[in-house]
Every structure is written in structure tokens, then in C-alpha cells.
């Protein structure tokens, strides 16, 4: 088996668990640009990615939103097509990777007759979301409210 054969399956079987993706093919900006705004979302809920792209200043920020919307509008329709509820404010991003796509060949002349190659390069944006138990969620706005109220006694006591 390929190993593109091989991934594709692993998509399939993690989608068969509850989990939605999205994938975006030869989005015209280089990996390199794309991995350095898509490495600031990993492992974050959705709310708090989207607030990040959408505020961002790179123009990668931009193809991974519109990737993003699309896994989110995915795992909607999964779950309203099983008759099964879901919270979009539990999805987390499990999986973010951007993998080289097929680059474009240009050439542009250069002196003496010659011609330079260029690589206009693309990328492959992929997107996998889950939703994170509600024991999580709850033990962390938990954790939350401790600190501010540690943070909170810190503040009043050192104002003496």
C-alpha cells in the first residue's frame, strides 16, 4: 500500500471516530510561510485560532481561516446528519500540517540570452478537529478561576 493510500486511509478511520477535516490542495503560497502561521494555532481551541487568524497580519492567516471554517462547517454537518449534538466551543485542533504541493515552473531572462528558473511554490493545508471531554473544559476554567483568585489575593497583599 502507498503511503498516500496509507494516510488516506487514517483520515477515514479517525473521521469514522468522530473527528472532522478539512484540506485545502495547492494554496499559492510557499509551505514555509504557511507552516509559520499554522504553528501558532496548533493544539488551540477554534474560538481562540479564529480570533488569531483573523487578527493576523500575515496573508497565510487568510487560506488557513477559510481551511478552518471549512472543518468546523464539516463537523456541524457530520453531527447533524447522525443525530448527534455537538458544541462547537469543545472542538480543539488535533492535527494542523501544511505539506508541499506541486510547484509551478516559470523562467524569467537573465542576461546574455539566458533564461532563470523559477519555483512558484504551493502547499497543502490539512486540518483535523475533535471535541475535548467536558471533564477537560471544566477542569481548566476551574484551574482559571483559581489562578485569578491567586493573582487577585498577590495583588491586594503587595500593595501595602
Not at 493576523?56 to 481551511?67: D, L, M, P, R
Request: hydrophobic content about 35%.
Amino acid at each position: 500500500m502507498s503511503e498516500r493510500s496509507r494516510i488516506r486511509a487514517a483520515r477515514h478511520a479517525a473521521e469514522k471516530n468522530g473527528v472532522s477535516s478539512a484540506i485545502q490542495r495547492t494554496t499559492r503560497q510557499s509551505p514555509y510561510k504557511m507552516r509559520l502561521v499554522i504553528d501558532q494555532i496548533r493544539g488551540k481551541d477554534v474560538n481562540e485560532a479564529l480570533g488569531l487568524l483573523r487578527f493576523s497580519k500575515k496573508h497565510a492567516a487568510k487560506q488557513i481561516e477559510k481551511v478552518l471554517n471549512s472543518a468546523v462547517a464539516n463537523a456541524e454537518f457530520k453531527s447533524r446528519e447522525g443525530n448527534e449534538s455537538i458544541d462547537v466551543d469543545t472542538l480543539y485542533i488535533k492535527h494542523a500540517i501544511v505539506n508541499e504541493g506541486p510547484a509551478l515552473r516559470r523562467f524569467m531572462p537573465a542576461a546574455q540570452g539566458r533564461a532563470t528558473p523559477i519555483r512558484k511554490r504551493t502547499s497543502h493545508v490539512e486540518i483535523v478537529l475533535d471535541a475535548r471531554e467536558e471533564k477537560l473544559r471544566a477542569a481548566r476554567s476551574a484551574r482559571g478561576a483559581e489562578r485569578s483568585t491567586a493573582e487577585g489575593a498577590k495583588s491586594s497583599g503587595s500593595k501595602r
